[in-house]
């Protein structure tokens, strides 16, 4: 039997950074400052013991970075806690397995404003603007992924 890795704390270190986020986003619809620099602290050990390689961390920044980009062009689109999130979390796994967290974390946060425009389309109103925990979903889709592959 094996012992456990750099890569298995790392993992393990980034769920509960997730869950934590994830509550927070769910009942205050922000996190604290603290629990990003906490995280970040937890992911830099993780890079350290894990010896990735510079280009795979550089890789993973870039949906971080790219939300960046989309605040920039659309105020109000994501909050500030949405994009540090995706630049701290960018910390623990790799890129591909990170990306398709992602991916599933935001077809699941579609699929849920989808089914809300919907109702409010069968009731015969509108919408409205409703601020959706992003941060839910993406750790929805983190757990989904890993039980998945």
């Keep these: 039997m094996a012992g456990i890795t750099a890569p298995d704390i790392g993992m393990a270190l980034y769920f509960l950074f997730s869950a934590v986020c994830a509550v927070s986003d769910a009942r205050y619809l922000g996190v604290r400052r603290e629990i990003f620099a906490a995280g970040a602290a937890a992911g830099a050990v993780c890079v350290f013991l894990s010896g990735r390689?510079?280009?795979?961390?550089?890789?993973?920044?870039?949906?971080?970075?790219?939300?960046?980009?989309l605040v920039r062009l659309f105020p109000g689109a994501l909050g500030s806690g949405d994009i540090l999130y995706l630049l701290t979390a960018a910390l623990?796994?790799?890129?591909g397995r990170y990306f398709a967290q992602l991916a599933a974390g935001i077809l699941l946060c579609g699929l849920r404003a989808l089914a809300a425009a919907s109702a409010a389309f069968i009731r015969g109103g509108?919408?409205?603007?409703?601020?959706?925990p992003l941060?839910?979903?993406?750790?929805?889709?983190a757990v989904l992924t890993e039980i998945i592959f």
């Design 53 to 69: 390689p510079p280009g795979t961390l550089a890789l993973s920044f870039l949906p971080g970075l790219a939300a960046l980009g």
């Design 92 to 95: 623990f796994p790799e890129p």
């Design 126 to 132: 509108r919408a409205g603007k409703k601020k959706l």
């Design 135 to 141: 941060l839910v979903y993406l750790f929805a889709g």
